[in-house]
């Protein structure tokens, strides 16, 4: 689903539902055939479209990971009823009951669906209803195709195959769990004459271009087509229902990264709970859901290139109202340990940021060197001059 933009890391949470329970695919398309091109504004490697509802623009995150949810601001204004709660399982193993209501109609552009289960953001997740007030899940294409141009920044969305002619050479199968709309798709990491494939969700909602499970990890290194290059001890995120507990983080990098026909060289990546390709893809080539013939396509820009990534040598969270050091991958950096508080961020303070800026607002954007002020359990504050990691 969601980072915070500090860099700030906000893991993915899904929907835990059992049989006979909630189903999201539930829900009427109304158009019998359609061909619709839809803008999108790209932030951090996050997509949000604009949906317009009682006269008012409102904005959502386009998130293949996770299902349709709206704040509690927007389920007053819609005309809803309410279902069952199901349970939010995040993957920091927290868990909670979530709020459903079936939502009578929603418009995206030309499109009209009807009847459509969703779920509410927990209150915490609901403050920030300026930025972001739901999530278009994929279960609203389960019969459609889907094409995202982050060249022209659109997404077109269609039910006639012959609208988007994608190469077939450019497609592949494109699986789907059981009762989700999760697309899962193949990867292949590349080193030298070595090669492993994996099946990887296509999640949206995350800001990455690749991360890894510890166990695709250790998998991946023992076939030597992944090579770790840091690793320290600290907390891999927080999620809807809080901050994960303390374990082992590492930096990895992947020497090639083989989408179908494209190559991206010198990928790299961090452990977390679960594998995906995420949002980041979209940088480098064109991409195909094909939910309808269950094919994925990826067009890229240029079939060789090189990844664009980079990292800080401190990462932080936002927990119980305050911005905190998550983990350090700067040994020379002293002083200062996981838990401490971030101060100012290049002399702006935010002591007491708000969690909607602590999620949206990007501190870091366009610098390669920032100045903080960080806050040791002692109650020290120190100026910390840091700098990108370059790989």
Not at 160 to 166: A, E, F, L, N, S
Not at 241 to 253: M, P, Q, S, V
Request: hydrophobic share 40%; proline share 3%.
């Amino acid at each position: 689903m969601k980072k915070l933009l500090l860099p700030l890391c906000l893991l993915l949470a899904s929907l835990s539902l059992k049989a006979q329970e909630l189903n999201f695919n539930n829900l009427i398309l109304e158009n019998e055939e359609y061909d619709v091109s839809i803008p999108f504004e790209y932030i951090k490697g996050h997509m949000y479209v604009s949906l317009k509802i009682g006269g008012k623009d409102y904005s959502f995150l386009f998130d293949t990971g996770a299902p349709t949810m709206i704040s509690k601001e927007l389920k007053n204004v819609l005309d809803c009823k309410k279902l069952q709660a199901t349970e939010l399982r995040a993957i920091n193993h927290l868990k909670d009951s979530v709020e459903n209501v079936l939502v009578s109609e929603l418009r995206l552009a030309d499109l009209s669906f009807k009847n459509i289960p969703v779920s509410v953001f927990p209150d915490l997740y609901d403050r920030c209803d300026d930025y972001e007030s739901g999530i278009i899940g994929a279960n609203l294409f389960r019969n459609s195709i889907v094409y995202i141009s982050y060249k022209h920044k659109t997404i077109r969305i269609t039910n006639d195959r012959k609208k988007i002619p994608v190469k077939g050479k450019y497609r592949w199968l494109m699986n789907m769990p059981e009762n989700r709309n999760m697309p899962l798709v193949r990867a292949e990491l590349i080193n030298g004459k070595n090669k492993v494939g994996g099946e990887f969700v296509f999640d949206t909602g995350a800001n990455c271009l690749i991360t890894l499970s510890p166990h695709f990890s250790k998998v991946f290194s023992e076939k030597k087509v992944l090579h770790m290059l840091d690793s320290t001890c600290g907390i891999s995120g927080a999620g809807l229902l809080g901050a994960a507990k303390d374990t082992i983080l590492k930096i990895n990098r992947i020497p090639e990264l083989k989408i179908n026909k494209a190559r991206i060289k010198n990928v790299i990546t961090r452990d977390v709970q679960l594998s995906c390709l995420g949002c980041e893809l979209i940088e480098y080539g064109d991409v195909l859901l094909d939910f309808k013939n269950r094919s994925f396509g990826f067009v890229p820009y240029e079939e060789e290139t090189s990844s664009r990534q980079t990292y800080w040598p401190i990462d932080f969270l936002f927990n119980k109202n305050r911005v905190e050091i998550s983990a350090i991958w700067d040994e020379n950096l002293n002083g200062i340990e996981v838990g401490n508080q971030l101060i100012e961020i290049n002399g702006e303070n935010v002591e007491q940021i708000d969690i909607c800026d602590a999620q949206y607002k990007d501190y870091f954007s366009g610098n390669d060197q920032v100045s903080l002020v960080i806050e040791n359990s002692e109650g020290e504050r120190k100026i910390f001059n840091i700098s990108r990691l370059k790989f």
